[in-house]
């Protein structure tokens, strides 16, 4: 393995772990100039984890030892998660630890933790919150798998690098299998991201809230890792739909100079895609709960007729 | 770039659109969505006629094109539009089956439709043979989304985008059908669809609505 593939690897977690909050704050910035609102500006989330680690981390009395790793591994989860996504360049030592199937794993075991956390300190929130979150986790991972299998026959493989690789050197053709996964991809990462139509990420009403009221019992540090995780795992998802949809301009192996083309093209891409995100869910509204079901049953159908339409039309 | 191999792979876009569409309209719960949607469901069967068309040549398509588009994109909407005005349901549908549950159902449809269509499709030489696993897929959804609904109008949007579908399969196993019978077939849907808009206002009349289970119950008690 050269050098060139490491300094990628560790371009790419420093990248995610500086640029998840930026992310964030962009997007809050797009929501904010379409609702005609004044932003709190593009460094707010900075603002804020800068301020949760300099506050004392309160802890509630009944609270087992579990409450208090529960930020450190989901923190750690996503930071991996985001060492694997391929966002700069196809060669990541890291990969070979991890496939697509796997990611799915990993995002599953960070949402474990958070849900037995929230309940461990045993309001009724934080199992309302849990509960909430269990049920669209396991209506969203199926959805996610076929998303990536559908992504895994096309490019016969399921490591995401090698799926990456193969789907940028094809040549331009149309593909409606693919096109039905990136819908339904669209859809899961609304949905576990807890952003708009499944989730308001701006409220604390009880009656909607799902992300926070599992997070309601932490603060200080661990709210400020739990935050920063959240960043992280929407950045992940981000770079996960560039390098599945749109991976063009990606950085190959045995190539660091490609690496000063792939930033600008990530910038662009995530920019652009933060603002179609904030269109998104300023055009639309919070669904009800029990109507979720519905939605990621149509994200699942969207995937599964993806892998169908390739198995019928071979593209 | 090469242009004459994307002109084929937008045949399969147009096909995967109306099996998208398809969906939507089984799982819509707004009589004026479904309307939409329907209109786009013909707009997709035009688009798909013309590649046809274009790619094998075949001038009488243009024709069947043209009239798709005059019939299923502009002249049945319009006079959808017009009975739902008149008979002022603009909203909701009833299912008989909840909405995940007939998705679910769905996939399985169309996995029976593409089982079928293999073998169906190795013996036509057509550029659309693969395709015709998808028109069949939409005549099945289109035929559950009628079985499913209890009121007339959504009823008879499925009987029209499973004449759609039909339309879709027609040309794409065999280059469509011949010029007479399709103009048989057009008019036989203006005309049902007319006499389907005389109905629904007797079915109102009768029943104080439009929800067809009362039609079982015909005898006098």
Same mark, same amino acid.
């Given at each position: 393995?050269?050098?060139?593939?490491?300094?990628?690897?560790?371009?790419?977690?420093?990248?995610?772990?500086?640029?998840?909050?930026?992310?964030?704050?962009?997007?809050?910035?797009?929501?904010?100039?379409?609702?005609?609102?004044?932003?709190?500006?593009?460094?707010?989330?900075?603002?804020?984890?800068?301020? +949760?680690? *300099? $506050? %004392?981390?309160? /802890?509630?009395?009944?609270?087992?030892?579990?409450?208090? @790793?529960?930020?450190?591994v989901? !923190?750690?989860?996503?930071?991996?998660?985001?060492?694997?996504?391929?966002?700069?360049?196809?060669?990541?030592?890291?990969?070979?630890?991890?496939?697509?199937?796997?990611?799915?794993?990993?995002?599953?075991?960070?949402?474990?933790?958070?849900?037995l956390?929230?309940?461990?300190?045993?309001?009724?929130?934080?199992?309302?919150?849990?509960?909430?979150?269990?049920?669209?986790?396991?209506?969203?991972?199926?959805?996610?798998?076929?998303?990536?299998?559908?992504?895994?026959?096309?490019?016969?493989?399921?490591?995401?690098?090698?799926?990456?690789?193969? +789907?940028? *050197? $094809? %040549?331009?053709? /149309?593909?409606?299998?693919?096109?039905?996964?990136?819908? @339904?991809?669209?859809?899961?990462? !609304?949905?576990?991201?807890?952003?708009?139509?499944?989730?308001?990420?701006?409220?604390?009403?009880?009656?909607?809230?799902?992300?926070?009221?599992?997070?309601?019992?932490?603060?200080?540090?661990h709210l400020?890792?739990?935050?920063?995780?959240?960043?992280?795992?929407?950045?992940?998802?981000?770079?996960?739909?560039?390098?599945?949809?749109?991976?063009?301009g990606?950085?190959?192996?045995e190539?660091?100079?490609?690496?000063?083309?792939?930033?600008?093209?990530?910038?662009?891409?995530?920019?652009?895609?933060?603002?179609v995100?904030?269109?998104?869910?300023?055009?639309?509204?919070?669904?009800? /709960?029990?109507?979720?079901?519905?939605?990621?049953?149509? @994200?699942?159908?969207?995937?599964?007729?993806?892998?169908?339409?390739?198995?019928?039309?071979?593209? | 770039m090469?242009?004459?191999?994307?002109?084929?792979?937008?045949?399969?876009?147009?096909?995967?659109?109306?099996?998208?569409?398809?969906?939507?309209?089984?799982?819509?719960?707004?009589?004026?969505?479904?309307?939409?949607?329907?209109?786009?469901?013909?707009?997709?069967?035009?688009?798909?006629?013309?590649?046809?068309?274009?790619?094998?040549?075949?001038?009488?398509?243009?024709?069947?094109a043209?009239?798709?588009?005059?019939?299923?994109?502009?002249?049945?909407?319009?006079?959808?539009?017009?009975?739902?005005?008149?008979?002022?349901?603009?909203?909701?549908?009833?299912?008989l089956?909840?909405?995940?549950?007939?998705?679910?159902?769905?996939?399985?449809?169309?996995?029976?439709?593409?089982?079928?269509?293999?073998?169906?499709?190795?013996?036509?030489?057509?550029?659309?043979?693969?395709?015709?696993?998808?028109?069949?897929?939409?005549?099945?959804?289109?035929?559950?989304?009628?079985?499913?609904r209890?009121?007339?109008?959504?009823?008879?949007?499925?009987?029209?985008?499973?004449?759609n579908?039909?339309?879709?399969?027609?040309?794409?196993?065999?280059?469509?059908?011949?010029?007479?019978?399709?103009?048989?077939?057009?008019?036989?849907?203006?005309?049902?669809?007319?006499?389907?808009?005389?109905?629904?206002?007797?079915?109102?009349e009768?029943?104080?609505?439009?929800?067809?289970?009362?039609?079982?119950?015909?005898?006098?008690?």
């Amino acid at each position: 393995m050269s050098w060139t593939a490491w300094l990628s690897q560790i371009l790419a977690i420093v990248l995610a772990l500086a640029l998840a909050p930026l992310l964030m704050g962009w997007i809050n910035q797009c929501r904010a100039w379409l609702q005609g609102r004044r932003a709190p500006g593009i460094g707010q989330p900075y603002r804020l984890l800068h301020k +949760l680690f *300099h $506050k %004392e981390s309160v /802890i509630a009395e009944a609270a087992s030892p579990f409450f208090r @790793a529960a930020p450190y591994v989901v !923190f750690g989860c996503m930071a991996l998660a985001c060492g694997i996504v391929p966002t700069l360049s196809t060669e990541l030592p890291l990969s070979p630890a991890a496939d697509a199937i796997a990611l799915v794993g990993l995002f599953a075991v960070a949402r474990v933790f958070i849900s037995l956390a929230a309940m461990d300190s045993g309001t009724a929130f934080g199992s309302l919150g849990a509960r909430r979150e269990m049920f669209i986790g396991f209506l969203a991972e199926p959805a996610l798998l076929a998303v990536f299998f559908t992504a895994s026959l096309i490019s016969q493989s399921t490591a995401l690098t090698s799926i990456v690789e193969n +789907l940028a *050197h $094809k %040549e331009f053709a /149309i593909y409606p299998s693919l096109a039905f996964a990136g819908i @339904a991809f669209c859809c899961v990462s !609304f949905a576990e991201n807890a952003r708009v139509p499944v989730d308001n990420p701006a409220t604390h009403l009880e009656l909607t809230m799902i992300h926070e009221a599992l997070i309601l019992e932490y603060s200080g540090r661990h709210l400020a890792l739990i935050e920063w995780a959240a960043a992280l795992k929407l950045f992940a998802y981000s770079c996960l739909g560039i390098a599945l949809f749109c991976p063009w301009g990606i950085a190959e192996a045995e190539d660091p100079l490609a690496l000063l083309v792939a930033l600008p093209a990530l910038f662009g891409k995530m920019a652009a895609g933060g603002a179609v995100l904030a269109l998104i869910e300023t055009l639309s509204a919070k669904m009800r /709960i029990f109507r979720v079901p519905e939605f990621l049953a149509t @994200a699942f159908l969207l995937a599964v007729i993806g892998m169908l339409v390739h198995f019928l039309l071979g593209v | 770039m090469d242009f004459d191999g994307l002109i084929p792979q937008l045949l399969n876009l147009f096909a995967s659109a109306m099996l998208i569409l398809a969906f939507a309209m089984l799982s819509q719960r707004r009589i004026l969505r479904l309307i939409h949607l329907f209109t786009l469901q013909g707009l997709s069967v035009v688009g798909a006629t013309l590649v046809v068309a274009w790619v094998t040549g075949q001038h009488h398509l243009y024709f069947s094109a043209a009239l798709t588009l005059l019939l299923k994109a502009i002249l049945i909407p319009w006079l959808l539009h017009k009975l739902i005005d008149r008979l002022n349901v603009r909203w909701d549908i009833e299912t008989l089956l909840n909405i995940p549950t007939m998705m679910l159902v769905g996939i399985v449809l169309v996995i029976i439709a593409f089982n079928l269509a293999g073998p169906i499709s190795q013996l036509s030489g057509s550029i659309a043979r693969g395709t015709l696993g998808i028109a069949l897929a939409c005549v099945l959804l289109s035929f559950m989304m009628m079985i499913t609904r209890a009121k007339a109008i959504p009823q008879v949007i499925g009987f029209l985008a499973m004449e759609n579908a039909l339309f879709f399969a027609a040309t794409a196993a065999t280059y469509g059908m011949p010029m007479v019978v399709e103009l048989g077939i057009a008019l036989d849907v203006l005309v049902g669809i007319l006499i389907l808009g005389v109905f629904m206002f007797q079915i109102r009349e009768q029943f104080d609505s439009l929800d067809i289970r009362h039609l079982e119950k015909l005898k006098e008690d």
